[in-house]
């Protein structure tokens, strides 16, 4: 699987036979937030969103930014890779992902 890294949209994506899975970030406060995972249902369980989801802090490593989640699942998958030192941002709300902007 091939993972995307489209800047100007602030995602990375994967294309998995005509389907797109995604996640969409912001970046502020010298933050990368995941904000939202979205991954078509016929594919979920098979580890896409856990591989889209390290793309994008690796990524926020790379460019020394402090990883931090909106989206519940990147919440999740960051108190499950320790070695990230991330957290919860302060727009989380449990069980949700957020699709608005962040307002600060």
């Not at 078509?40 to 490593?61: M, N, T």
């Not at 519940?72 to 998958?77: K, M």
Request: include cysteine.
């Amino acid at each position: 699987m091939d993972i995307t890294h489209n800047k100007e949209q602030c995602c990375f994506e994967a294309f998995l036979e005509g389907e797109r899975a995604f996640l969409t970030y912001e970046i502020y406060d010298n933050s990368l937030d995941v904000r939202k995972t979205l991954v078509p249902e016929v594919f979920r369980g098979q580890g896409i969103a856990s591989k889209l989801v390290k793309a994008a802090y690796d990524y926020a490593q790379e460019q020394g930014l402090k990883c931090i989640a909106t989206c519940s699942y990147a919440v999740v998958w960051l108190q499950r890779h320790p070695e990230y030192q991330g957290s919860a941002s302060s727009d989380y709300v449990e069980g949700s992902c957020a699709v608005g902007k962040h307002q600060g």
